[in-house]
């Protein structure tokens, strides 16, 4: 993060349903990493959003876990 964001990080299911809040709250800037894992393999969804007073951004990325 370049500068003090509200950062949301969740995880959703291939049907659209959301399974894990993995971050949401004010990060600080820096560099960050999480960790998640889920019960079963399977396609997920991972969407991480950061919110500034000025912009915000939106990312989403299709995550495989395979157990």
């Known amino acids: 993060l370049c500068e003090e964001s509200f950062v949301k990080i ?8 959301k399974i894990q809040t993995i971050v949401n709250e004010t990060k600080q800037a820096g560099k960050y990493s999480e960790n998640f894992s889920t019960a079963n ?4 969804l991972l969407n991480v959003t950061a919110v500034t007073p000025y912009e915000a951004v939106q990312s989403s990325q299709v995550i495989v876990e395979m157990k």
């Open 10 to 17: 969740y995880v959703y299911k291939q049907t659209g349903s």
């Open 41 to 44: 393999s399977g396609l997920y």
